[in-house]
């Protein structure tokens, strides 16, 4: 079975710019999770998706969004970037059985300048 | 006061050592996980546990519930080993929070 993939791996974005960053989970995992990480505040949560549904959501302000598809890939989108939004943006999937369990995606590395 | 507090932030062990890294947590909780992230960014989840104890291979995970703790033991180390150890609960929130990490080199 295939990962859980993340697209792009690396972005390059300048501030006020607006970024969307992908997750395909794997097969039949109908559950997504997405984690920013950074060298200050460490690993956060962000949101939450289950069956296109918004199930939680972390701390964030209402630049940061996301939705899922019907074929469970989910996306998230920052607007308006800042300097603080350069981080590691992790998502993962979790099975329909054992739904606390978490597969990780490699992430994507987003750099504001 | 986080959350989550994971210690020590650094370790070094020479190949072979017994190795434990602990987590203390302040909030009740449905499960703990283990994650380890190895240079890159990829992280790999290793126990998911809400009592007693599992072991998978040279990794040993215990929880107490009752004195909110937790500890990763690692048995004859080994330079592969070498990683970010994190640790992470999940509250009344569903949601997870993290600690820190736990920063392991391993030396040969």
């Known amino acids: 079975k295939a990962g859980v993939t993340q697209t792009p791996r690396y972005l390059i974005k300048t501030r006020g710019q607006q970024v969307t960053l992908s997750c395909s989970p794997i097969?039949?995992?109908?559950?997504v999770s997405w984690y920013q990480q950074t060298p200050g505040q460490g690993l956060q949560f962000l949101f939450e998706?289950?069956?296109?549904?918004?199930?939680n959501k972390g701390n964030f302000p209402g630049r940061f969004s996301g939705r899922q598809f019907s074929n469970s890939r989910s996306e998230m989108n920052v607007s308006t970037l800042e300097l603080g939004d350069s981080a590691l943006y992790l998502c993962?999937?979790?099975?329909?059985?054992?739904?606390?369990?978490?597969?990780f995606g490699p992430g994507t590395r987003l750099t504001v300048l | 006061k986080n959350e989550v507090e994971q210690s020590p932030q650094n370790l070094t062990a020479q190949e072979g050592e017994f190795i434990t890294i602990n987590c203390s947590y302040s909030?009740?909780?449905?499960?703990l996980h283990w994650l380890q992230q190895h240079p890159g960014g990829g992280i790999v989840s290793l126990f998911m546990?809400?009592?007693g104890k599992k072991k998978h291979g040279r990794l040993i995970a215990t929880i107490n519930i009752q004195e909110k703790h937790s500890s990763l033991h690692i048995t004859a180390s080994h330079p592969r080993d070498s990683a970010v150890y994190i640790c992470?609960?999940?509250?009344?929130?569903?949601?997870?929070?993290f600690g820190k990490g736990t920063k392991l080199t391993v030396n040969p």
């Open positions: 993962a999937s979790s099975p329909p059985l054992g739904y606390n369990e978490q597969f």
């Open positions: 097969s039949g995992h109908r559950s």
């Open positions: 998706y289950f069956s296109e549904t918004q199930r």
């Open positions: 909030v009740g909780i449905s499960a």
């Open positions: 546990l809400s009592s």
């Open positions: 992470a609960v999940k509250g009344g929130s569903e949601k997870l929070v």
